[in-house]
Nanobody, 122 residues
Framework: QVQLVESGGGLVQAGGSLRLSCAAS????????MAWYRQAPGKQRELVAR???????GYADAVKGRCSISRDNAKNTVSLQMNSLKPEDTAVYYC????????????????WGQGTQVTVSS
């Protein structure tokens, strides 16, 4: 049974930082591409960042230069360091173990955790 448990969210002022963590179980963590997504009220869930099993990272334009994704295969965790936070970063953040469809990584809809709320005040 796959479990993804996110933590580290909270309320922070604009310009502040947060570090999100996701603990994974039930998957061969080191073999999977892991990603962070977020969903703001009234909006669709969107990709924030991903890291492949080889450590290659990718970021959404909205967070590029402000966020850094990392993984610890020994601990089965993936983290997202977020700096210079903006009110528009307010959302519930989810981690996901993505799957490869053709040449694209897509979220695995069976693997969403409960998410962690990030609220950035102006």
């Amino acid at each position: 049974q796959v479990q993804l448990v996110e933590s580290g969210g909270g309320l922070v002022q604009a310009g502040g930082s947060l570090r999100l963590s996701c603990a994974a179980s039930g998957i061969i963590f080191s073999a999977n591409t892991m990603a962070w997504y977020r969903q703001a009220p009234g909006k669709q869930r969107e990709l924030v960042a991903r890291i492949t099993r080889g450590g290659v990272t990718g970021y959404a334009d909205a967070v590029k230069g402000r966020c850094s994704i990392s993984r610890d295969n020994a601990k089965n965790t993936v983290s997202l360091q977020m700096n210079s936070l903006k009110p528009e970063d307010t959302a519930v953040y989810y981690c996901n173990s993505e799957r490869l469809v053709g040449l694209r990584f897509v979220p695995n809809d069976d693997y969403w955790g409960q998410g962690t709320q990030v609220t950035v005040s102006s």
